[in-house]
């Protein structure tokens, strides 16, 4: 099956309205030639900003957390549904600053995703090992167990809904991308993972993400189950996001 390549900007705890400002000028101006799907996440109080400025292009709205709650009193909570009201299509969950900043659990993250479901919004579940867990071979039970436990709340057919972002910890804002085999290899277990448990894996798209940039990008989009990337530091600046998302349009099927 041929799968849609996808890229995310996960901008973390940064911007300003300004800085924003500036930056998606640029990528609207500079990135007409761009013919692959991609979506910016900006932190909550810029979703209203970014989503006007962005309405009419070619780059979608996104979001990089959600409250597992639907309303009411929850004080600093952000729902589904008043992402969707914002104009978001996306949302990331269980990213693993939120895992271990914020004590994230993978039933909180199962909690999360299907919350986004049901609100229509497409989340973006994020699995990964730290580099302890990989050096003490811990690596696929770790991410089959994060894997396991979204699918076991959803269901099969929910599951197949979902975008999954294989973030090795050791590899976000580190600088050290894991090679195009090791993110390959894992890539390709999670999507056996998934099939194992009756999910249509081959629809599922798997992005990855840890220090992508646009002089890597190419090598990992190369990978038969790489599906996109999901990009942090590098989504901040214009040429460098431009680049990774060049990348996987040059490939685009
Ligand atoms: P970096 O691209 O800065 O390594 O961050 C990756 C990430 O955590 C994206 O969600």
Redesign the pocket.
């Known amino acids: 099956m041929v799968r849609k390549k996808l890229v995310v900007g996960?901008w973390k705890m940064n911007g300003s309205r300004a800085q924003n400002d500036v930056l998606l000028s640029a990528l609207k101006e500079e990135g007409r030639d761009v013919a692959v799907e991609v979506v910016v996440c900006p932190p909550y109080p810029y979703l209203g900003q970014v989503g006007q400025a962005l309405e009419g292009a070619w780059i979608a709205l996104g979001a990089q957390n959600i409250s597992s709650f639907n309303a009411g009193a929850y004080t600093g909570e952000v729902s589904a549904s008043m992402l969707v009201d914002l104009g978001c299509a996306w949302v990331i969950v269980g990213?693993s600053e939120r895992r271990s900043l914020f004590g994230e659990a993978n039933e909180v993250v199962a909690v999360k995703v299907r919350a986004a479901l049901e609100a229509g919004l497409n989340p973006i579940v994020c699995v990964g090992e730290t580099l302890g867990q990989r050096e003490d071979g811990k690596a696929e039970a770790v991410v089959g167990e994060q894997i396991d436990s979204v699918v076991s709340a959803l269901g099969q057919d929910g599951a197949a809904k979902l975008t999954v972002a294989y973030?090795p910890v050791w590899?976000?804002?580190t600088g050290r991308v894991a090679l195009p085999e090791q993110a390959q290899a894992m890539h390709r277990f999670i999507r056996a993972r998934l099939d194992l448990a009756g999910v249509a894996a081959e629809g599922v798209r798997i992005l990855y993400?840890?220090?992508?940039t646009a002089e890597n990008a190419p090598l990992l989009f190369v990978q038969p189950d790489i599906d996109g990337a999901?990009?942090?530091?590098?989504s901040l600046v214009a040429p460098g996001f431009l680049g990774i998302c060049r990348a996987a349009s040059s490939m685009a099927a």
Do not use: R, T
């Open positions: 996960n990213h973030e590899a976000i804002g993400g840890g220090s992508v999901l990009v942090g530091g590098a």
